[in-house]
């Protein structure tokens, strides 16, 4: 009887990793980016300036939430079984929103003298998970992503690029998330015509 009930255990949870690739370790989603940050330790823009073994340092641009006095703070991702992205995912010089989570403790095993730039992560660094939408690309002040009623897994789903400024607003719980949903789903056409519309009226000023 328990062999029945733990095969039907296994066919109710067969559904909700199936979409999950196979770089990616086992853990469970846990949601968009419009759901995820609310629990991180730090949301923010930056710049990657360096990136060494399974680590990158981020500079900072914006801290959406949180707080954090380095100008550059140090981003530990994947490396053994630990769920997080690959750091050839994140080249010097490009630019992304983070929802970040501060490493507070020492992991047994966490750190090997002989492989130091391979580590876990050393206390008052932070990790960046890979189990939800925790990161999503910034490109002269819009967003993409994994932002908001995205497929489970999909880090470039199809959408269109969501301002800056509005997801900042929603992190600071000035809108709702039917604000990104919205913008995300806006006919591009449309807004680029806006912009050349609000360009056209700031050039007759």
Known sequence: M?????????????????????DE???????????????ADLVVTGTIISRK??????????????REVQETV???LQARDYCRPP??????????????????EEVPGGFDPGTPNISYGRIG??????????W?????????GNLVNAPRWERTPKMTPVLLDLLAAYVRG????QALVKASREDPALRELMLDTREFLRDER
């Open 2 to 22: 328990r062999t029945l009930v733990w095969l039907a255990v296994l066919a109710v949870m067969a559904p909700m990793t199936s979409a999950q690739p196979a």
């Open 125 to 134: 660094d932070y990790r960046l998970s890979s189990c939800g939408g925790y």
């Open 74 to 76: 140090r981003i530990w």
């Open 53 to 66: 073994g399974n680590s990158v340092d981020l500079a900072l641009e914006r801290i959406l939430r949180g």
């Open 174 to 177: 000035e809108v709702d998330r």
């Open 87 to 104: 750091a050839e995912n994140f080249p010097p010089g490009s630019r992304w929103v983070m929802a970040l989570y501060r490493i507070n």
């Open 25 to 39: 370790c086992a853990c469970l989603w846990q949601g968009d980016f419009s759901e995820v940050q609310a629990e």
């Open 136 to 144: 999503l690309e910034l490109q002269d002040g819009w967003v993409t």
